[in-house]
């Protein structure tokens, strides 16, 4: 039977980040601390109640991108990702 000492050695706890940008027209939205080895998670219009997740990537550190994808000019998006330890590969 494990110890409790090595079962706490094998968890790794993420950290889910919630953060609001101002919406764009279809192409790159900055989001200031998103990384390109972060995992995105949701990136949701809040003044249209849209779900546009499938639309976006992590494209560059500070950078989502939904090119050719729905506007979100006017609006705010609130964009979740996972913020992975850069010794993890997503």
Do not use: C
Not at 52 to 69: K, M, P, Q
């Amino acid at each position: 039977m494990p110890t409790t000492n090595q079962i706490e050695k094998s968890f790794i706890w993420p950290d889910i980040v919630y953060t609001a940008v101002a919406g764009a027209v279809a192409g790159d939205v900055a989001v200031a601390d998103i990384r390109t080895v972060d995992r995105l998670l949701a990136v949701l219009d809040t003044v249209a109640g849209a779900d546009l997740t499938a639309e976006f990537t992590i494209t560059a550190d500070g950078t989502i991108n939904n090119a050719a994808g729905t506007s979100s000019a006017g609006n705010a998006l609130l964009v979740i990702y996972l913020n992975t330890p850069e010794s993890i590969e997503p």
